[in-house]
């Protein structure tokens, strides 16, 4: 069994923030996710009207980046923590049930009709999917034909990754090629995938 220091303890917080500890966990997403996200955000032509989901909306800082991009659209975030579904309905106030709706809930078991959203956008989460094939069956799902999928993590080395998978129960770092694999099972037809060093971003259309 896995001894649990002080630091491994708030680590475990990267997957389902709680508390003092998950809120201070949130806070530093919203900061140093930024630069990640922005370039994952880069990698898609956003047209005004698109209908968004973006699953593992953390503090909700990618939802008020997809608001501006879509101004005509609607922005919905699911996050299977209590935590960071009220942080980031707080961070989003302004568009919150206007044009930004927020609510906990399961990757695994989406909350919404077939064919609902025009992109999905996953941040730095797709490491805490389980299983993470039904979880990608569920984006499928959930996505219009033709609709894009964006993925976008820091990690992607199966091995590196071990300083951090060794530390938070559940966490898995898959490789690009596992990932694209996966993808294609799940329904996807058309993947392309920017690497640097280890930080991918995955761009999926079914």
């Given at each position: 069994m896995r001894k649990k220091n002080f630091l491994n303890k708030v680590l475990q917080n990267t997957s389902c923030p709680q508390g003092f500890w998950g809120r201070m966990i949130l806070r530093g997403m919203n900061r140093f996710h930024a630069s990640l996200a922005n370039r994952g955000m880069k990698q898609v032509e956003w047209q005004p009207e698109w209908n968004v989901l973006d699953i593992g909306c953390g503090g909700g800082a990618n939802l008020k980046r997809l608001l501006n991009l879509c101004p005509k659209g609607n922005i919905y975030g699911i996050d299977l923590s209590e935590e960071s579904v009220s942080f980031a309905q707080k961070y989003n106030t302004k568009d919150l049930d206007k044009r930004c709706f927020i609510q906990?809930?399961?990757?695994?078991?989406?909350?919404?009709?077939?064919?609902?959203?025009?992109?999905?956008?996953?941040?730095?989460?797709v490491y805490f999917w389980s299983p993470v094939n039904k979880a990608l069956s569920e984006v499928t799902r959930v996505l219009r034909k033709g609709g894009c999928f964006l993925i976008s993590l820091e990690a992607s080395d199966p091995e590196l990754g071990k300083m951090w998978t060794e530390r938070i129960d559940g966490m898995v770092v898959y490789s690009p090629a596992e990932l694209e694999e996966r993808l294609y099972e799940a329904g996807f037809s058309s993947i392309r995938t920017i690497r640097k060093k280890e930080e991918i971003h995955i761009i999926a259309h079914k």
């Open positions: 906990q809930g399961d990757v695994c078991s989406l909350p919404y009709k077939e064919e609902a959203f025009d992109a999905v956008t996953a941040f730095e989460t």
